[in-house]
Each structure stands twice: as C-alpha cells, then as structure tokens.
C-alpha cells in the first residue's frame, strides 16, 4: 500500500480527502465535547477545594462523559446516531439535514466541518506529497480545525491541543522535518514571548487583557513548527484580517468596541497559511517593499 501511494500520487490525495471527511466526524465531536468536558473538570476541581461533595456522592451521578461515551444523540429528543446516520455528508444528504426520528434541524455545522478538513487535507497532501510531512501537516490541520470553532464558540485555546502541538513541534524540529531545532526552540520562545509582552503592555496602559493566553501558546506552536522567521508574516496576517473583520463587525452588526473578539481563529488560518505558503508569500512581501 505504501508502495502504491508513493508512485500514484493523485491516489495519495484522494486517500487523504476521504481520511480528512472522517476525521472531520470525529472533530465535530471534539469541538462539542471537549470544553464541556474542561468545564466538568474545573466544577470537580473547585468542589475539591470547597470541600464540597462530588458528582460521585450525589444519589443520581451523571454517566461518563468523554469524547467516545457516551453515544451521539440528537439533542431535541435523545435518538441516538446509528453508524448510517453518521457517515459524513453522505448522511446529512440524505436525511436532509433532519434527525430521523423527530425531524428536528441538524446544524449545518457539522457537514461544514467534514468538509472543510477535507480540503484542506487535500491542499496539504497535494502540497507536500507522500511523506512525513505530509503527515505531521494534517495532523497539525486537523488540530488547527477544532481550536479554530472551539475558540469561535467559547473563547477557549484548550491546553491539552496546544501543548502537546508546541512539543510535537520541537520533537519534529530534531529530525528536521520542517526546521532544525535552534531555530524552532528560538522560534517557539519568540512566539510565545510576542504576544505575551504584548499582553503585559496592553494591560499596563488600559488595565484590561486584550487577549487569552491561549493565543500566546498557539503562536508559540508555529514557532516551533515553521521557526522564527515565520513569525512576522504569521502575525502581520492574523493583525490584518482580525482588523478587517472586527470594523466590519463594528460596522455592519453594531459590535462595541469592547466586545471581546477570538483572535484564535485568525492565528490558525495564518499559521496554516505560512505552513504550506509562507516562503514564497515572505518573498514576496520584501520584494515589493525592496
């Protein structure tokens, strides 16, 4: 098998489409249920504190919640999803966007989801080929996905995604897979260190945070994964369009200007940006600014 994806290499990138679909089912779970599950650890956490009895001692405890159990059931009545009911877009398709048994509306998310990773999946195989680094560039996409709609939807840059990108990246960096190892330590400490300073500056002058620290380990994953030399353009595309956006939000929807804003998303799609362009697009830019 290994042989025949290297020598077809429009069969390595199908292959990769249809994995991206089903690792896009898989995500929509992980945006649901992860920070739902951080929030049941921090409730655990501050009954410890309090002394204050747990879910354990309660009469009625809840069941296990995790990102496998329990099943996936729809919200409005409690159907649980069959396998057929959860083959990705295909299902959708056909019930319509509806839940079988009570008929109520299937956010459009979630074949939104299954089909972005997809392409995007696609772009990485087609970009970097049959190798390692293709695989360590869709695992990196796949966990840029769910970071992305997590923090749309809670403000939240999970650790347990982060971290272990930032120590993916440093490990890759001893093989050389994207940069050697001086140059993803300088780059993870220079990412991290940016917006941390920015951070500190911002609430030294108005006493108010302008961003999570979630951001500040997630530009420090890019610096171990790309170096430091990505970080310029990484940062001056996720300023630029988190800008464009927040006027139009300011504009068009009325949003205060102190209405928090996940930054998160824009860090993402900059960052997968400078994976598989950043070179060329760096270039670029000093070229016409001479």
Not at 243 to 266: C, E, K, N, W
């Amino acid at each position: 098998m290994i042989d025949t994806l290297q020598t077809l290499p429009w069969l390595f990138i199908l292959s990769a489409g249809v994995l991206g679909l089903i690792v896009g089912s898989f995500l929509n779970v992980v945006i649901h249920r992860l920070p739902q599950m951080m929030q049941r650890d921090w409730q655990a956490q501050c009954r410890e504190l309090l002394a204050l009895p747990g879910e354990s001692d309660e009469p009625t405890a809840p069941p296990r919640f995790s990102l496998v159990t329990p099943r996936s059931r729809c919200p409005h009545c409690g159907h649980g999803i069959t396998a057929l009911e959860n083959i990705p877009l295909v299902s959708y398709l056909v019930l319509k966007g509806k839940c079988s048994a009570c008929g109520a509306r299937i956010s459009p998310r979630y074949p939104v989801v299954e089909l972005l990773t997809a392409v995007l999946s696609v772009a990485v195989a087609a970009h970097f080929g049959f190798g390692w680094m293709s695989v360590a560039a869709l695992l990196l996409t796949w966990c840029l996905i769910a970071l992305t709609f997590i923090d749309l939807d809670h403000q939240l840059l999970p650790d347990s995604i982060t971290l272990p990108l930032l120590w993916g990246g440093l490990l890759l960096s001893l093989g050389g897979v994207f940069v050697d190892s001086q140059t993803a330590i300088i780059g993870a400490a220079a990412g991290y260190l940016s917006l941390w300073t920015v951070y500190w500056l911002f609430k030294l002058l108005t006493g108010k945070e302008g961003m999570g620290q979630g951001d500040f380990k997630l530009l420090a994953v890019f610096g171990a994964w790309l170096g430091w030399q990505a970080l310029p353009l990484i940062i001056l595309l996720s300023s630029l369009v988190g800008a464009l956006v927040g006027i139009s939000l300011m504009l068009f929807r009325g949003h205060q200007r102190d209405t928090p804003i996940p930054f998160g998303p824009y860090l993402a799609a900059a960052g997968w940006i400078a994976l598989l362009w950043g070179a060329p697009l760096t270039q670029a830019y000093l070229n016409f600014f001479g």
